[in-house]
């Protein structure tokens, strides 16, 4: 029935169309170079909320009613809608979830929540089990910080190979019909665990999860990234993006200028002193629906390979001397 | 294609096969009325690991591959892999799935993972996505009381309305043909939340996503709990059960003695002292992978409503004031 090339990747029958796109992020998020993309920009960093973590929540509230608008749809209107975030028990999305009366499936991916949010929201959709599915994640500086790191106000020194967590959310509304760009294949990822122990170099311990599941991608649809406007992965920021392409060079392979990564497009690295870039699970998700799918919409991208990318680690794990796993899942979006 | 059975609801015309299952243990789950159906059980609560985490992590290791063996199957026959558990990030899940190499969905929906993970499995199997997919959730005692409550030899007084975290896993085999019970209707639960704010009485705080859960099942499949050997709900304990029926009394509806909690079927409650009983992931988890399944294989039981449950809370949200918002997924599972 659906077109499965080889075990990871299904091709769709029945493209998932995506009916509506919303992005919203914080004060850094304005500031950088895709701010015009964003459908709401706050200052405040709580959001008009009393903590971090209900702020996170509030964004998730805002990009989805954003996202519901922007289709003309209700709530009522989702037969499902596939989320998580970073937070211990992924709090941000069950508490921003919790009004909105849809059936919901909860998703850990770490940073690669968009990807996978968005391909089994497409599974469900082409396989006829929904009509419409929403596909959501956020991050928040600040709760991601202090869970991950050091308290906020301690103004730790970051190592040159951090990244910045983006304050920031997405969210995509799919239909089984409709105008709009579509997601075409989809690559499920397999956790990669190369032995990378530095928490604070997560683009290198997760450039390995990329690389398998780009090649996995590349090899059961028979493309190569000259096949894509733009190949991107979600959060690698300068150094995993390298190592990503040094991989592929040592296969012969030249991944050249239609690769990048969510990650360097964010902010203006350098202005605005972000280290090795961008990171967390909005940061992909708003670079998406912000600026991605309006490059769609206007036509000046095609056809796109969007793999976001996830750490899978936690504080406790660290601390128990273990490495970082990672993970990415692929998406084929084309318009 | 699908016979979609109104929002929440799919009948699904090419039900998933549960090929194997399997279940794992610590030492309470083996004192209890239950111990035979395990495959696998341990004294050990470190599972001859250095810390609880890697033993939660060994336990989901054990699972799959006691279930990959029975089904006589190899890591590399599995399409997919969906799995999550409690512990921040979910790292009793990416660390106990590192090593197998197996595309991987990560979930996190609390103590109702069992259900999310079947209810997925079977939509990704039965829309022609994969042939075979696992289904996986585990949790720990110790890592739960460390995560959630207090450090385990702080020995800190138990609440009558506690439940005991099981320290178990659960792990079942899905695929598109062969011989075992069937998954035929799945409905994906959606968030409730009624305010109840005592972390120490998640079965009050988890009934009413049960309730709404079933409710919205029987209603969609036209069906009752007389139409069903066992309808059973996850780990809600004496309290929360009497809640559901309760609620279900108010409707006119008799759940009578074939509704049953798995919470209070894994431990003697009075003999073992497990106040109001047990929970966590892996209690639902071991019942169904342990004993209902056998059963069923047995022809003991012929059509059973699998419902678990799970409270979407953190400390951290408790800490902020927060209520408990509780979900719940169902599945009707036939010989």
């Known amino acids: 029935m659906q077109h499965r090339l080889g075990r ?3 091709a769709l029958e029945n493209p998932a169309v995506i009916l509506s796109h919303a992005a919203v992020g914080g004060r850094q998020e304005g500031e950088g170079p895709l701010s015009e993309y964003f459908d709401h920009l706050s200052g405040d960093s709580f959001f008009g909320e009393k903590t971090w973590e209900k702020a996170e929540s509030a964004m998730q509230k805002l990009a989805l009613s954003k996202a519901l608008e922007k289709a003309n749809l209700a709530a009522e209107d989702l037969d499902y809608i596939l989320a998580g975030d970073l937070l211990n028990q992924c709090i941000g999305t069950s508490f921003g979830l919790r009004d909105f009366g849809i059936p919901f499936y909860g998703l850990y991916g770490a940073c690669s929540t968009m990807g996978e949010s968005l391909a089994l929201g497409s599974l469900l959709v082409a396989g006829g089990f929904a009509k419409r599915a929403g596909a959501m994640t ?3 500086f600040c709760t991601a910080e202090r869970q991950y790191r050091m308290p906020v106000p301690y103004g730790s020194q970051r190592t040159p190979t951090a990244q910045w967590t983006a304050t920031a959310s997405g969210c995509a509304i799919l239909g089984d019909e409709g105008q709009g ?3 075409t294949v989809v690559t499920c990822g397999k956790i990669v665990d190369k032995g990378v122990t530095d928490a604070n170099n997560m683009g290198a311990a997760m450039a390995p999860a990329a690389y398998d ?4 991608h590349f090899s059961a649809t028979g493309t190569g990234p000259k096949d894509y406007d733009l190949v991107l992965t979600g959060d690698l920021g300068v150094l995993g993006r390298q190592i990503v392409a040094d991989f592929f060079a040592a296969d012969g392979v030249d991944m050249g200028e239609t690769y990048q990564d969510c990650g360097m497009l964010l902010y203006d690295i350098q202005k605005q002193d972000m280290h090795a ?7 992909s998700a708003s670079v998406l629906c912000g600026y991605l799918l309006g490059q769609m919409e206007a036509r000046h991208l095609k056809k796109i390979l969007f793999a976001p990318t996830g750490a899978l680690l936690s504080p406790t794990s660290s601390f128990q001397g273990e490495s970082v796993p990672g993970i990415c899942h692929a998406l084929t979006i084309e318009m």
């Open 8 to 10: 990871q990747t299904v």
């Open 138 to 140: 956020s991050s928040h």
């Open 181 to 183: 760009p579509r997601i």
């Open 213 to 216: 599941t780009l090649r996995a």
């Open 277 to 283: 870039g961008a990171s967390g699970c909005g940061c």
